[in-house]
């Protein structure tokens, strides 16, 4: 697999937009049930990235966008912006093929050297081991479980929090 990581720019979106499609039509991964338009890309693109201080990266193989990495604002309140909420997202036909591990490295490189960001939150809901299993083995502790905090597909998922140190 001949693989690049790099950051996303706006002609990025519609791929990254399909790939969590899927995830928010066809599974838990994400607690998202609705589909982001195209505006609302855009918007979170403009937002976070161009006007604001996270990060979207793609990884991008044979020219076609195979899976993101997004940091966010972690919570509204002004005491948590040095930490991030981030999420990776991967093509389900190229799932544990190193893609993820491509992206998160990509990132944590990135921000290694970054001194507005503290730590990082995934949040990650339940069941999930291939995801509990690709974050621990990327440094991050379990550190609580809310008990059917989220409603998707007629069930209660509980959802983990899941912390790194930046």
Partial sequence: MSLTVRDATLDDLPAVAAIYTHY???TTNTVSTEVRTPRDWRERFTVNVVEGPYHLLVAVEDDAVVGFVE???FRPKAAYDRSVELSVYVAPDLRA??????LFEALFARVADDDRFHRAF???ALPNDASIAFHERHGFVHRGTLTEASHKFGQYLDIAYYE???
């Fill in 71 to 73: 940091t966010q604002r």
């Fill in 24 to 26: 928010t039509l066809r």
């Fill in 122 to 124: 995934s949040i990650i």
């Fill in 164 to 166: 790194r140190a930046l």
């Fill in 97 to 102: 093929k190193g893609v993820g591990s491509a």
